[in-house]
């Protein structure tokens, strides 16, 4: 695609009365995917809530790459990379379209780094555990654009920035990870108690709302110096990054505004980011 076609083709697509939002969501367990819970219904709700977009980016956790990519064939298909759930979750196939010239647009926009398009990819569980609710019939482009996990945090926020004009062509992108993710320090036998955290992950659902709240993104970006706590929230910062990229295309006109803001087994967190 030259940078001719390339303008000619965001100029097909029309502005949009009013740019979409951006959202970042925590997903947690896959089986959200399937139960209709508080959680998922109020993914339902945001997907009727929101001005229906074109087509749909998810950056997920679970797309970690070497280089930078994007899902650019037809039909994705729906991964399940996922152990020990039972049979139905395997059984959910969530039939979306791609959208090729949506995938080389949004790679032309990107000039800091090479985006290579991708065939093999698909959907995976931090995608269509959340999209499939919001947009049950399946019939809005989905795209996934993968994580480069050998960067640092300001890479992945410089990287969202360059995203920014497709919010008012009409495409919504979506973070999907956790603010607080620590799998190894999991209480099980606490999982089904209702907003159920430990000091240090309350603590830091807290900080890390007040900053966003604020517009204080320099400090997110640079968690690791935040405190303690933040070591524990982010042990590793693959389910992190995705906020990052919400952070990212947030402009000086963005309200924020919070939803699913609950503590799950005590070092989970379900909250997640309206922005716009």
Do not use: C
Not at 19 to 29: A, D, E, R
Not at 122 to 133: E, N
Request: aromatic letters at 10%.
């Amino acid at each position: 695609m030259s940078l001719h076609s390339f303008k000619n083709w965001t100029d097909g697509l029309g502005e949009v009365d009013k740019k979409l939002p951006v959202l970042f969501i925590g997903h947690g367990s896959p089986m959200n995917g399937i139960e209709d819970n508080e959680f998922s219904q109020i993914w339902a709700a945001m997907g009727r809530q929101i001005s229906r977009p074109k087509a749909v980016i998810v950056i997920s956790a679970h797309w970690l790459t070497r280089g930078t990519h994007i899902t650019a064939m037809e039909e994705p298909k729906t991964i399940h990379d996922f152990g020990g759930f039972p049979q139905a979750l395997f059984d959910v196939q969530y039939p979306a379209k791609g959208d090729p010239e949506l995938a080389e647009a949004a790679s032309k926009l990107i000039t800091s780094t090479h985006v290579g398009l991708d065939h093999d990819w698909g959907l995976d569980h931090g995608t269509w555990t959340v999209v499939r609710h919001m947009y049950p019939d399946a019939d809005i482009p989905v795209l996934q654009l993968s994580i480069d996990y050998g960067k640092p945090p300001q890479y992945h926020y410089d990287l969202a920035k360059q995203l920014a004009a497709l919010r008012k062509k009409g495409v919504l992108i979506i973070g999907s990870g956790n603010m607080v993710h620590n799998l190894r320090m999991v209480d099980w036998q606490r999982l089904s108690e209702p907003n159920y955290g430990f000091d240090w992950a309350i603590e830091m659902n807290s900080i890390f709302k007040q900053k966003i709240a604020n517009g204080n993104h320099a400090d997110l970006i640079n968690y690791e110096k935040l405190n303690k706590a933040a070591t524990l929230a982010i042990p590793t910062p693959d389910h992190y990054f995705p906020l990052l990229y919400t952070l990212g295309l947030q402009d000086n006109e963005d309200g924020v505004s919070f939803f699913n803001d609950k503590l799950v087994g005590g070092s989970l967190n379900m909250t997640s980011v309206k922005i716009g």
